[in-house]
């Protein structure tokens, strides 16, 4: 009889644990009893993160959102870790949300931003140490990319962080010093004559970039700054340039769940950097650049979409030209094919589907100036997402034959 019993409550725990994403959906229906802090510095939170905290009480579970804010408190208070625990509640359907600090204070962090292979631009990537002192940050890293821009640009980036006002403002100060690497079909589209965008190529470029970013809302944040960026051509003969612009982003993110655990995710971003002579540039100009990321899963499965629209005008250096063909725009085709020189007008719009760690997407856009027409070019891709890290086949649309480009990379 005690064999018996001992199974039915073996069976009955199975039954209740179920898989990681049924505890996830199932927890939403409880509502937060209360909030709770234990371990090492738990007192030295901030104002504004402990009423986050507090606010909590008497909402529904959200596990995402205790992710967010575990990560938040590891940062604050620069320990090594920071889990949290769901516990019954003394009352029917409600829980206890405990958060457990752990870890002696974590004064250094090594970091891989990006790090990407496509058979056609070869390795991009970069790495970062940081050493955080209190609330300020301090990062050196090094980068290489060939994906992103027109050129390959290779070099050190310096950078200082600090927040402010119970997290509502965050300050940066960051400076980049690079060396480019042109492409042969580059150079020989700038060297065909006045179409080009830009009468000379340069051999290096350095970045000061002050920013403030504001908390105006829970979903809206503001970053308000400029760039003063410093290019030295490769020819001796010709002056070096100036492109200080005013630089500012507008971010919007929405995290919605459903009764039964469907959940939504909102993402819009307006980018606005205008070069003007008044911060003693010598390019005027003025770049547009939007995007809207709607994503909608349910149980193993997730769809997605995102939109982005680009107009640049005035006279530009050519990092800031658009570039379409590499590996986050029209996946499978060669930058360089599409255009050398980049362009001043970019729409694009990427669907895909992720059923566990399968993903399979869906890119079309276009790349082109102002009394040109605009081609419409379709990619079709499919590959395997996991924690960040994602290996893909993609296969530019095209007349007559089939040229698959292979990727793999993490955090782009």
Not at 33 to 51: H, Q
Not at 76 to 82: G, I, S, T, Y
Not at 232 to 257: D, G, K, V
Not at 291 to 308: A, L
């Amino acid at each position: 009889m005690k064999l018996v019993r001992l199974g039915c409550v073996l069976w009955g725990s199975l039954l209740l644990a179920g898989s990681p994403e049924q505890d996830a959906n199932v927890n939403t229906r409880y509502t937060v009893e209360s909030v709770e802090l234990s371990g090492d510095k738990p007192a030295d939170i901030s104002t504004g993160l402990r009423s986050e905290l507090v606010r909590m009480v008497g909402e529904k579970l959200n596990p995402s959102a205790l992710d967010d804010l575990a990560r938040r408190i590891r940062r604050e208070l620069h320990v090594r870790a920071v889990s949290h625990r769901v516990l019954r509640g003394q009352t029917p359907e409600h829980v206890r949300v405990v958060f457990d600090v752990r870890g002696r204070p974590a004064r250094f962090e090594a970091s891989v931003p990006k790090f990407l292979y496509g058979s056609q631009s070869g390795f991009s990537g970069a790495v970062e140490g940081t050493a955080t002192v209190g609330s300020r940050a301090w990062t050196i890293g090094l980068v290489s990319d060939g994906d992103e821009l027109l050129e390959r640009y290779t070099g050190v980036v310096a950078r200082l962080e600090d927040t402010l006002a119970s997290n509502r403002v965050r300050l940066r100060f960051q400076f980049a010093s690079y060396r480019e690497q042109w492409d042969s079909q580059t150079i020989d589209a700038v060297n065909r004559g006045p179409a080009a965008p830009s009468s000379a190529l340069y051999g290096t470029r350095q970045d000061l970039e002050p920013v403030a970013t504001f908390l105006l809302a829970r979903p809206l944040t503001l970053s308000v700054g400029a760039s003063f960026e410093r290019l030295q051509p490769l020819s001796p003969a010709t002056r070096t340039e100036m492109a200080n612009a005013i630089i500012s982003t507008l971010h919007y993110h929405r995290h919605l769940e459903g009764e039964d655990a469907n959940q939504q995710d909102w993402d819009a971003a307006y980018n606005l950097r205008a070069a003007t002579s008044l911060l003693a540039s010598d390019f005027a100009y003025v770049r547009h650049l939007g995007e809207v990321r709607y994503v909608y899963s349910w149980g193993r499965s997730e769809i997605s979409d995102t939109v982005n629209v680009g107009l640049l005008t005035g006279r530009a250096p050519l990092f800031e030209r658009f570039v379409a063909g590499n590996g986050s725009l029209l996946r499978g085709w060669n930058k360089f094919e599409l255009d050398p020189l980049g362009g001043s007008r970019l729409v694009h719009n990427s669907v895909a589907y992720r059923y566990g760690k399968v993903e399979v997407f869906y890119d079309s856009g276009a790349l082109w100036d102002p009394g040109q027409t605009a081609v419409i070019r379709h990619s079709l891709g499919i590959g395997i997402r996991q924690n960040g890290l994602c290996v893909a086949l993609a296969f530019p649309v095209r007349e007559g034959h089939i040229e698959p480009v292979f990727m793999v990379g993490m955090n782009y």
